[in-house]
């Protein structure tokens, strides 16, 4: 931790300051960023609604391609979600100190990515405006959903996930919300009043929030695992050739921390540079989180090369058959993903010099991300161009509606993402400062000393 | 009422798990399992039931576009296959409709019961339900499943011809061949009324009846003795993807004299 | 139609649902959702039998007709030419009912001709137009300037319109269909000594050899023929029927052969002749047959010595192992029957190839035999050299020498250009069509006199080639007509009325129904009981299915009929600048082109080709390879008469000197579904005869194919790649 900035020149109230800078009131720069996000959030809208108003014709699915771009981002996002919960509350329980600053930013995107997801199953139906026959609510046709389609089980999984990663978030943002209330006035001062619950910060508070962070950081993790275990189950358990594979769940797994980890390192590039947090997102930080990604980027190619070996092996002629489309069709794609997702990450990785340079650290995270897309994009959409029945064989191609609504998504989120920034503190001020104090008593904190913030 | 491997034809296809569904069978009361025959040794390719099953179930008029985009809404086509090379070419004709799967891979994925099975052993599809996700076509083996991409419309008076017996679809649902539920309902209910089961050949759906080759055999699988079940036992006999284990209530019958009997 | 015959007819109508036999008429008001335990308990609908007519073959027809509407049509089972099946073009005939763009009244024309400008005017007006025109004539003695062009039609319309020309004096009347069976006739004639068609028993015969006889498409009666085909493959319980099928290009009919040879086109006759000189050499024929119909094996098998196996491997491009083991499997399988079709008849040498096979089924003692084949019971005589009558109708029209042409159907487009009739029509000042759609021959009218489309309508058709027994089907109206149409008939009649005089006289009939019912009293011929009741059991079960087997003139060979020798065959377009043959053929579901305006037909893939709304040229791999042609490319047809753009159909199964287009499309008008939708490939046809006799030879045309683009908007139910992969699915 010898790196960590000597705060200890620092005085408390300095550091509110700082870590809080966020919340200060918004600049021409961060409006501008808005209103354009904002904006091509209305285009997505009007795709959608234009879809919802006509029909599907305006997609590019088809018999038998009957899932396209929708369900890919779908799975996508879900991927992304696993960022925050899983990396905080890895890092929470193994108590590794430098996660401190991206928690927060971690955490919050958790639940916006999740969310996006969410909806994605829902545009994509035929009849969105009857999307409630999937809710099991009591009517008198005495219909009720049936529990033994994944589409359920999505349904139950993902409502789980939001409502456990909101509460993650929120739970951990407690005493900043206090922090901020007593530093604001206002409408900021009446909202963190109201959410901050009468947080005063006494010892008996702290022990309390101290275990129902770890045990909410223990509990999320098998959630966030089930949800995409259910996810690659909406293909497993299916009789499509190459989706019918006992390996998705894990591997779908691995896939989401892979996307998961590089989304939380580009997040921090982005906020050290948006909010000047230099001293508190150091290269140690980004060597620690190059490392973490290097690791799954070898478990990941090791699910994919299992996936593919076993396919190749059995030589199942309809099984090979799409496999062959899939890399005679898709080449480029297929060699992107590859590389991005497992070349350049195992290579560069390797590299301290690299892991620590923010830059690499940028593109090979947005890399690993692109590489995730493709990778949702070449399970979902070649498998079923090539199905059992050849003479129904197919292909396809997203529209304009479609991509609208795939970029209206991902505007969505970033615009989600620097509302919350703004309104609230995105950098966990207690935990730093937590750190900083027990820092400050112990100069080599290895043994556990007491202090005024109790055991964590 | 009959235990399954009864209409599985006593032949080879039968497994522990068909037994398994055999015992679950005999516990529904239908005396009914609708199933069909479909001899490839008979079937000249001529397309008439597939205007047969247009006709009868208000299958939507696809222009060429909407067929370009591989949305044809035709609940029954024939699949054509060129096998081998001039001047020893052959041509072979698989008409695909619904399998009726005793093991449906399209109804447990359904969110709504929208796909789902009946005592008589018919996939049903209740479109009011239907909410369009689609799932249901991704894992239907067979590809027969189609999805109402468009609107269907027919121009004044060509609406004059639609079948008051069943819905027009509207966009966002899913459909497939449904046996010409109709016709069997009807039957049912006649011979309700007159106390007795439906005879041997006494419904038919509209593509069997139409078959001027009489390709299409259609009956209960159910009673050993109709046309139906006894060919279902024929040598030649075989079902599309058995080794999927969906268990179709459609057998194959291999064309007869050709080489790949 | 008035409503108290209309309410009389569904009275008739009971026996009609319980003939239907598969569903006694239950009709419910709300949509079956499918939960089975809820029993609704429906009302009633009725069935109408009638007759369809969207083919010669003429097959049974029953309608299911709910709240007055016509909602599907199936076959009538105990019709004995279709026994209960129907085809896809029987199934559409709602659609020529209930069509969006029927003529809904007479129209005038209003603009220049082909414009399709025309002005809604009332029938009254209509008919006086009409016979306004037809008075001038009279008064100037130029009674003879009127045309009547009809398809080949039977029973009591032919009777109608015959009488009708005669009566006002013009003895212009073509009944001309590009597919009639004319050929057939007159080689039946030369070759048995009368015009009866062949009824084949197909469904009893052990081999089946078909020279380009395409009965699964349309040969005759295809429904017939198709049920005949299921049962001669598995409809007995030890035997299965074996098929070969000569031919250049792999018909539908061709696909479901075990054996298919592609002989060269024009040499199938020598193919057949040289079957026979091997039969006699091996003398594996008949003899009792030879015999009786006075041949002696010798002298037959001396005077085809020239048909020795190498010279007709040579000519027909076929292996000699092949030709020497289908002579044999023809010879040694009893009943053993041979076909000869429309590709092979539409040669040079057509009319005498087809007598080559007709002498095949001499030769092994095929005549009027269990699985053989017996001269039709139905249509006994009918025309036989009506191509000849279109020549010299084109002629009079050239010549000025006709003023008023009245068409039925749409000549303009399902006749080849190259005969002229187009341009020479173009000249007739006064044009009518009956045409129940806008279709090419309305385009071109002057007035048009809308009929009834056939559901509407009264009528008998005599099944062409059915059966082997006398059949006559009713037709009824089955709805109360939708628009403010007439029958054609009715029309004529109406019109002779107004004339007066001869004219008027020939017509002593209230209505065409009248006339019907007097026909068929004659026909049913029971003196003295009451008709009325066996007219009302006539319409219930279709019309009048006689069971006993009348006496039918065998077929014999006719006395000093001479051997057919095929000449060699000739083409149009020399070889060097036109290298490949090109056929068209009808396709499945447009016949001649009639089925286009339906968009169910429309929308049925092609079997061949999975083509769905559009037309196309067939392509062997090979050729296309060399040409550099691709599946779906634009590609160019030219022929001596001129050059059409096709996507390109890469084919299999055609050889690679051949190129096959579908007939059917490329209508000019048609409603919205057939107008402006692909070519025309008859344009292409060049006007070549077999010198002798005026049978054209519409395959004798040859043409070059040349590269256009990719853009050849080429749509297939079938995936172009998938369509090969038939091992994935283990069929
Ligand atoms: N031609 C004709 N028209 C009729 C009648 C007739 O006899 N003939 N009957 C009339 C009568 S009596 C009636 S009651 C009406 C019936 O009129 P509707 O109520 O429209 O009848 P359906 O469409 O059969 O009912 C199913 C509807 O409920 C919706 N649905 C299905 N499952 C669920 C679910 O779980 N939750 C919810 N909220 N909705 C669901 C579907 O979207 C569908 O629109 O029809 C009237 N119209
Ligand atoms: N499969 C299926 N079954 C259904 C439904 C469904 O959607 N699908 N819908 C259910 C619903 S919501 C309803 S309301 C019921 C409707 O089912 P029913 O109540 O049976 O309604 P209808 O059959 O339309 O009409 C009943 C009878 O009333 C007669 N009738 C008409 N007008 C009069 C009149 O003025 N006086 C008298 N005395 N009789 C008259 C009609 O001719 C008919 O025979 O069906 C239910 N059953
Ligand atoms: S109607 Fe019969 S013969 Fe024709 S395609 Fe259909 S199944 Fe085959
Ligand atoms: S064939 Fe397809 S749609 Fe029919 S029951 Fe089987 S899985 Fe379902
Ligand atoms: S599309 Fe309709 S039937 Fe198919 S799974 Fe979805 S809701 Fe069920
Ligand atoms: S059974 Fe009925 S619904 Fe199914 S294909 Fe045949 S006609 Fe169509
Ligand atoms: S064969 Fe001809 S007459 Fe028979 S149904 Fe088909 S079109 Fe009609
Ligand atoms: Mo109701």
Redesign the pocket.
């Known amino acids: 931790m010898s790196e960590h900035p000597g705060s200890s020149a620092k005085s408390a109230l300095q550091l509110n300051d700082e870590l809080l800078s966020s919340l200060r009131p918004p600049s021409l720069r961060w409006y501008g960023l808005a209103f354009f996000l904002g904006a091509v959030v209305a285009w997505g809208l009007y795709a959608f609604t234009y879809m919802v108003t006509t029909d599907m014709s305006c997609t590019g699915l088809d018999r038998p391609v009957m899932w396209g771009i929708y369900i890919v981002n779908f799975v996508f996002w879900v991927g992304l979600s696993h960022s925050g919960t899983m990396v905080s509350s890895i890092l929470r329980l193994s108590q590794a100190n430098w996660r401190r600053p991206i928690l927060r930013a971690a955490e919050a995107m958790t639940v916006f990515t999740i969310t996006v997801a969410g909806l994605f199953p829902l545009i994509h139906l035929g009849?969105n405006w009857?999307f409630?026959?999937l809710i099991p609510y009591p009517?008198q046709?005495g219909?009720w959903p049936n529990f033994r389609s994944p589409l359920l089980w999505d349904a139950t999984a993902i409502t789980t996930y939001i409502i456990g990663s909101s509460l993650f978030l929120y739970l951990g943002m407690l005493p900043d919300l206090a922090v901020a209330r007593d530093r604001s006035r206002g409408w900021r001062r009446k909202l963190y009043t109201i959410l901050a619950m009468g947080w005063r910060g006494t010892a008996r508070e702290w022990v309390i929030y101290h275990k129902a962070s770890t045990l909410m950081a223990a509990l999320i993790i098998p959630v966030a695992v089930s949800v995409h275990s259910i996810v690659a189950w909406d293909f497993a358990v299916t009789v499509v050739p190459g989706w019918h594979s006992t390996i998705f769940p894990p591997y779908f797994v691995i896939g989401a921390i892979h996307s998961g980890v590089a989304a939380v390192i580009t997040l921090m590039i982005i906020i050290r540079r948006a909010f000047h947090l230099e001293e508190y997102l150091t290269p140690l930080h980004f060597d620690n989180m190059g490392k973490l990604l290097l690791v799954i980027a070898l478990l990941w190619s090791y699910a994919y090369f299992v996936e593919v070996q076993t396919t190749w092996y059995a030589h199942e002629p309809i099984e090979w058959e799409v496999f062959s489309f899939m890399a005679g069709n898709y080449t480029p794609a297929l060699l992107l993903m590859l590389f991005g997702n497992s070349v350049l990450p195992i290579t560069a990785l390797c590299f301290k010099r690299l892991r620590r340079s923010i830059g690499a650290m940028l593109v090979i995270s947005l890399l690993v991300n692109v590489g995730m897309f493709i990778e949702r994009f070449l399970i979902i959409v070649p498998s079923l161009s090539h199905k059992n029945m050849p003479f129904v064989w197919g292909t396809y191609r997203p529209t304009w509606v479609e991509l609208s609504v795939t970029a209206g998504a991902f505007a969505g989120f970033a615009l989600l993402y620097t509302l919350f920034a703004k309104c609230f503190p995105i950098v966990a001020v207690t935990d730093v400062r937590e750190l900083d104090v027990r820092e400050a008593s112990v100069p080599f904190g290895r043994t556990k000393v007491p202090s005024v913030v109790g055991k964590e | 009422m009959f235990p399954l491997l009864r209409y599985e034809g006593g032949r080879g296809s039968y497994d522990i798990r068909t037994q398994f569904i055999g015992k679950i069978m005999e516990k529904q009361t239908s005396p009914y399992k609708w199933g069909m025959v479909i001899d490839l040794d008979r079937c000249t390719g001529c397309g008439a039931c597939v205007v047969a099953c247009q006709a009868e179930n208000n299958v939507g008029i696809c222009d060429k576009k909407e067929i370009s985009e591989g949305r044809n809404m035709h609940w029954l086509r024939i699949e054509r296959f060129w096998v081998g090379e001039y001047p020893d070419v052959r041509v072979r004709f698989l008409p695909v409709l619904c399998q009726h799967c005793h093991d449906a891979p399209c109804e447990p994925v359904c969110p709504?019961y929208a796909s789902y099975h009946n005592p008589d052993g018919l996939n049903g599809q209740?479109y009011?339900?239907c909410i369009g996700t689609r799932y249901c076509g991704n894992n239907c083996p067979y590809a027969v499943r189609v999805f109402n991409f468009y609107n269907h419309e027919w121009p004044k008076p060509l609406d004059n011809q639609l079948s008051?017996d069943l819905?027009v679809r509207s966009r966002g649902v899913m459909e497939k061949c449904t046996f010409c539920v109709q016709r069997i309902r009807r039957a049912k209910e006649d011979a309700k009324g007159e106390g007795r089961l439906v005879r041997d050949g006494e419904v038919q759906p509209a593509c069997a009846q139409t078959c001027p080759a009489e390709a299409l055999v259609f009956g209960n699988l159910a009673d050993p003795h109709s046309r139906v079940a006894r060919l279902s036992r024929s040598p030649r006999r075989f079902r599309l993807l058995e080794h999927l284990g969906t268990h179709p209530s459609v057998y194959y019958l291999k064309g007869g004299g050709r080489e790949h009997v | 139609m008035k409503r108290r015959t209309f309410l009389q007819l569904t009275g008739m109508t009971a026996a009609g649902a319980a003939l239907s036999g598969c569903q006694s008429g239950n009709e419910k008001?709300?949509?079956y959702?499918v939960p089975p335990d809820e029993g609704v308990t429906p009302g009633k609908a009725e069935y109408y039998a009638s007759s369809c007519r969207s083919c010669p073959a003429g097959c049974g027809i029953l309608v299911r007709v709910s709240e007055g509407r016509a909602k599907k049509i199936e076959g009538n089972p105990t019709h004995p030419v279709n026994k209960g099946k129907l085809c896809a073009m029987g199934q559409a005939v709602l659609q020529e009912l209930y069509h969006p763009d029927r003529v809904p009244q007479p129209l005038k024309r209003s603009g220049p001709r082909g414009s399709g400008a025309f002005t809604r005017i009332t029938w009254e007006e209509a008919l006086e137009l009409l016979a306004g025109q037809l008075r001038t004539l009279q008064r100037e003695k130029a009674t003879d300037r009127l045309a009547l062009v009809t398809p080949q039609l039977s029973g009591t319309l032919a009777e109608l319109t015959t009488l009708f020309m005669h009566a006002f004096g013009s003895s212009h009347h073509l009944s001309f269909d590009l597919l009639g069976p004319d050929w057939l006739r007159t080689a039946t004639r030369r070759s048995f000594g009368q015009p009866g068609l062949p009824w084949y028993d197909v469904a009893e015969t052990r081999y089946l050899l078909s020279f380009g006889a395409d009965f699964v498409e349309h040969h005759l009666s295809p429904v017939q023929y198709g049920y005949a085909f299921g049962r001669m493959r598995q409809g007995r319980d030890t035997v299965r029927g074996h098929f070969t099928y000569v031919g250049g290009r792999m018909s539908l009919t061709g696909a479901s052969a075990d054996r298919w040879m592609p002989a060269r086109p024009g040499s199938e006759g020598i193919l057949a002749l040289g079957l026979a000189r091997l039969i006699l050499a091996e003398s594996l024929f008949d003899a009792g047959s030879l015999a009786a119909n006075g041949l002696r094996a010798e002298e037959l098998l001396h005077s085809l010595a020239a048909y020795d196996l190498s010279r007709v491997a040579g000519e027909t491009g076929l292996a000699e192992r092949t030709i020497a083991e289908v002579a044999r499997e023809f010879a040694t399988t009893r009943p053993a029957l041979a076909m000869a079709g429309e590709t092979v008849a539409f040669q040079t040498n057509g009319p005498d190839a087809v007598r080559a096979v007709q002498l095949l089924n001499l030769l092994m003692g095929n005549l009027n035999r269990p699985g053989g084949v017996y001269p039709d019971g139905g249509s006994r005589v009918g025309p036989e050299n009506s191509f000849a009558e279109l020549l010299s109708l084109v002629a009079a029209m050239r010549g000025d020498r006709i003023r008023v042409a009245m068409i039925h159907g749409d000549p303009v487009h399902a006749i080849p250009p190259a005969t002229g009739f187009q341009e020479s029509l173009a000249r007739v000042p006064f044009v009518v069509s009956f045409s129940t759609l806008m279709d090419d021959a309305a385009l071109q009218a002057d007035l048009i006199l809308p009929d009834h489309a056939a559901l509407e309508s009264w009528g008998e058709v005599v099944p062409l080639a059915g059966t082997q027994h006398r059949v006559i089907g009713l037709m009824q109206p089955v709805v109360t007509p939708l628009f403010d149409t007439r029958q054609f008939p009715e029309v004529l009649m109406a019109v002779a009325g107004k004339l007066g005089g001869r004219t008027a006289a020939a017509f002593p009939q209230q209505s065409y129904l009248e006339m019907l019912k007097g026909a068929m009293e004659k026909q049913v011929g029971h003196k003295g009981m009451d008709f009325e009741a066996v007219w009302v059991d006539l319409l219930r079960q279709g019309g009048l299915f006689e069971t006993r087997h009348d006496q039918e003139k065998d077929y014999r060979r006719a006395p000093g009929s001479p051997l057919p020798i095929p000449a060699e065959p000739r083409f149009a377009g020399d070889e060097k600048r036109f290298p490949l043959h090109l056929l068209v053929y009808p396709s499945t579901a447009f016949y001649d082109g009639r089925g286009a305006p339906h968009p169910w037909l429309q929308q049925l893939p092609d079997p061949m080709t999975t083509v769905v709304w559009g037309s196309w040229v067939e392509i062997n791999p090979r050729t296309a390879a060399e040409l550099g042609i691709g599946s779906g490319d634009l590609v160019e047809v030219t022929s001596s008469q001129g050059a059409l753009r096709f996507p390109a159909v890469i084919y299999p199964g055609i050889r690679p000197d051949m190129v096959a287009i579908p007939l059917g499309q490329g209508h000019r008008g048609g409603g919205r579904y057939a107008k402006e939708r692909g070519a025309n490939p008859l344009a292409l046809l060049a006007l070549i005869t077999d010198g002798t006799e005026h049978q054209p030879a519409w395959h004798a045309t040859r043409v070059r194919v040349s590269r256009i683009s990719e853009k050849g908007e080429l749509v297939t139910a079938g995936h172009p790649q998938g369509s090969y992969r038939s091992e994935l699915i283990e069929i």
């Open positions: 009849r009857v409630f026959y009517n046709r219909l | 709504v209740v009011n339900r008051p819905t | 008001l709300i949509p959702l």
